[in-house]
């Protein structure tokens, strides 16, 4: 489980971006976060991913405290797939491997490599691992940095809007592939996204994001008209189409 508890930043040391935040994810869960820019969902994925460290507060993933490892150690535990992701001019199955570094010193053993190809295969990469992945499209690269992640052997994913480049078919072939490899992997993920109903179809679990602090966390039945109104400042209505919550919006505030 990830227990995130009393974690603070500030940038500017004046005011807290996140002040005193807490929050919860079990094993295999997806957790998604929610909120308008700027109330500190990035922040602390980049303080989870390592990017940034904390004024105060612990993040325990089992009885490890993350803020406490060391970026090799943390790598073994965490895959961070940031929002803008910059590409070297490497292959499909180059870049996959890289997802092993923490695992070997100078050279990869065989032991790297299987797990290169099984995250290759898993993610229906055959045809592409020869690609130059600045050759790829959006969708195809988002998937090889998935593999990558799994190739990583890591129990948590952390992942930065992973659908915000990307067309419809490749947003939901992402999300898709997300949540079936939550389930398969017994990996726990935690992202943040836009698409209030993308989020209702893929989360297990939701954080409100309300000016630094989690205002609500729980199932999907938290995501009521009332919070959302208050957390994006929209109208909205929450309804059961064919057996799914859809959320419906109204005019603005």
Known sequence: MLCIKDVSY????????????????????IGVLLGQNGVGKTTLLKLLGGLLNPQSGTALLGEEDLFA?????????????PQEISFPPLTVEEVVLLG????????????????????????????LRK??????SGGERQKVMIAKALAQNARLWILDEP????????????????????KEEGVSILLSIHDLN?????????????DGK??????????????IERVYGVKATIQNINGERVALFGENK
């Open 10 to 29: 500030t940038y500017d040391k004046k005011t807290p971006v996140l002040d005193s935040l807490s929050l919860s994810l079990k094993e295999g869960q």
């Open 69 to 81: 490892l060391k970026p090799k150690e943390r790598a073994k535990k965490i895959a961070y797939v």
């Open 100 to 127: 092993r570094l923490p695992y070997f010193s100078l050279f990869p053993s065989k032991e790297d490599y299987e797990e290169r190809d099984k995250a290759i295969q898993t993610l229906g990469l055959e045809g």
């Open 131 to 136: 690609k130059n992945v600045m050759e790829l």
């Open 163 to 182: 659908t915000s480049n990307l067309d419809i078919h490749n947003q939901i072939e992402v999300l898709s592939i997300l949540s079936r490899l939550s």
């Open 198 to 210: 993308q989020a209702l179809r893929l989360g297990d679990r939701f954080y409100l994001f309300l």
């Open 214 to 227: 989690i205002l609500e966390e729980g199932d999907a039945s938290i995501l009521t008209s009332s919070a």
